[in-house]
Each structure stands twice: as C-alpha cells, then as structure tokens.
C-alpha cells in the first residue's frame, strides 16, 4: 500500500487570522467549537536547537447566553 493510501483525510477545523501585535509581531488567531487559539513565534527557540518554530495556545471561551432566555430575563 503506497503512503498516500495510508493516509487519513484531512478534516477543516477553523482558518486562521493574520495579525500584528504594536510592537511588530506577527501571529495567527482563530476560533472552532467553543475554544479560542492562537499561534505565536516560539520566542525562545533558537538557531540550531530542537524547539518548535511557533507555540499554540488554546483558551476555551464562556458559553454563549441563550438569546431568548436573555430577553426572558430582561423583563
């Protein structure tokens, strides 16, 4: 069986944003199935070394409120 065979498909989680901090950075940031993420240079990483270029951080977001249950409330 040939490696592409082997594979397993590739799903679409999310498309990343591109961004610019005000000191110059760049990142990518995005959100998919209630998390938010971002993907920064790896700053400590240094030539020659076996880190990883970028770093991934996830944050989980707070559920989103039930419109009609806000507007129930509301009265």
Same mark, same amino acid.
């Given at each position: ?20 901090? +005000?000191?110059? =950075?760049?990142? %990518? ?6 998390? +938010?993420?971002?993907?920064?240079? $790896?700053?400590? +990483? =240094?030539?020659? @070394? $076996? $880190?990883?270029?970028?770093? %991934?951080?996830?944050? $989980? %977001? ?8 806000? @507007?129930?409330?509301?009265?």
């Amino acid at each position: 069986m040939s490696e592409q065979q082997q594979r397993q498909p590739r799903v679409k989680m999310s498309g990343p944003w591109a961004d610019t901090t +005000k000191d110059g =950075t760049k990142y %990518l940031s995005g959100s998919s199935g209630g998390q +938010k993420w971002s993907i920064w240079p $790896n700053s400590y +990483k =240094t030539e020659g @070394d $076996n $880190n990883p270029t970028h770093i %991934l951080y996830i944050e $989980n %977001l707070p559920p989103k409120e039930d419109k009609k249950a806000a @507007d129930h409330d509301a009265f």
